[in-house]
């Protein structure tokens, strides 16, 4: 049941819950164990069953990377220790002086990790503005080898049309990494419309009960998993067992969870887009949001993140602080809906950068409450501008 080929026929909910997952042929445990053995016994020298040390392979780890893959329709997974480890990794595949285009809505810590930590190495960076192909054609620099765009943005929630990125980036020798954690494969999968790799927070939707820090990567392409698997185990920003473990059970609901999610998502745009306090309102489905064609075209539905500006910073900040059930906190894409101020929070590290965000945006990640109680929570909060 491990292998992905014989899988392909199954639909997605039927691979979150079982590839990578066959009952321990040992016990009969229908839930694979945490395998938490670091070593592995060896019958002669270099003759294993599959795992030697469990920092370059490990049983739970394999399930999880069998199962993400499967769920991408990608040939390989790798699972990292985050979000942030997985992007690293990604660059690593990148020679000095190669430049990489950054989309000029992101998520503060991977504008960080390109401007701050191998910028300085000797690999430039240009923020651009992905929602068009022709100025990207325009502006294009010949050392560019890699376009990083996040579609939806964090936190602007911007749609960009992966396949004609795709195709002008292949044309002019770039390879193209999708972070696809705001879609999740169940909405999008990149590599359908020609990403070369995914890359995952697994923190949040994979995840999605905000109690386990995961990144994830997925691609076709066997070189590039073979230089990607290589760093894996040389620099070891492997995940543990037990995090493991929580993520394949997390997948399990993964489909469930996304549509109410986006249920979720659409009762509070209703609220927000109807409400005087609320200045302009940035969700894919609403048919004036940058990139609505793109996400129409490339996502099952629209997703659960929310974002909105207020009319000034000091009634977004206002805001955040005033909400019951939905928490002041980063992250997100979990269970429960939490509430934040991106340019004081998440985005921090983007200000006074192409990537910095408006003071007066809030960012929403609608949870799967009921959806009556989060909307009454948000009309309250907003209500006291009234
Ligand atoms: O936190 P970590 O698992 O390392 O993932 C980083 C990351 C990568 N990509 C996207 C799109 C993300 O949103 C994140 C993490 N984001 C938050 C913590 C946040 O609140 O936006």
Known sequence: MGELD??????????AVHVGQAPDPTSGAVVPPISLSTTFAQDGVGNHKGFEYSRSGNPTRSALETCVASLERAAHGLAFASGLAAEDNIMRLLKQGDR?????????GTFRLISKVWSPLGFPWTAVD??????????WLPDTRLVWLETPTNPLLTCIDI?????????????????????????????????DIVVHSATKYLGGHSDVVGGFVALDDDDLAEQI???????????????????????????????RHCANARAVVDLLVGHPAVDRVLYPQLPDHPGHAAAAKQMRDFGGMVSFTMRTEAAALDVVTHTELFTLAESLGAVESLIEHPGRMTHASAAGSPLEVPDSLVRLSVGIESSADLVADLEQALDRFV
């Open 6 to 15: 014989e899988q392909s026929g199954w639909g997605f909910e039927t691979r």
């Open 130 to 139: 992905l929602t068009n192909v022709d100025t990207l054609a325009a502006q």
């Open 163 to 195: 396949e004609s990125i795709a195709e002008l980036a292949h044309a002019r020798g770039a390879l193209v990494v999708v972070d696809n954690t705001f879609a999740t494969p169940y909405l999008q999968q990149p590599l359908r419309f020609g990403a």
């Open 100 to 108: 990489v285009l950054l989309g000029n809505d992101a998520y503060g």
């Open 229 to 259: 698997r290589f760093t894996q185990n040389a620099a070891g920003a492997v995940p543990a067992p037990f995090d493991c473990y929580l993520l394949l059970r997390g997948i399990k609901t993964l489909a469930l969870r996304m549509d």
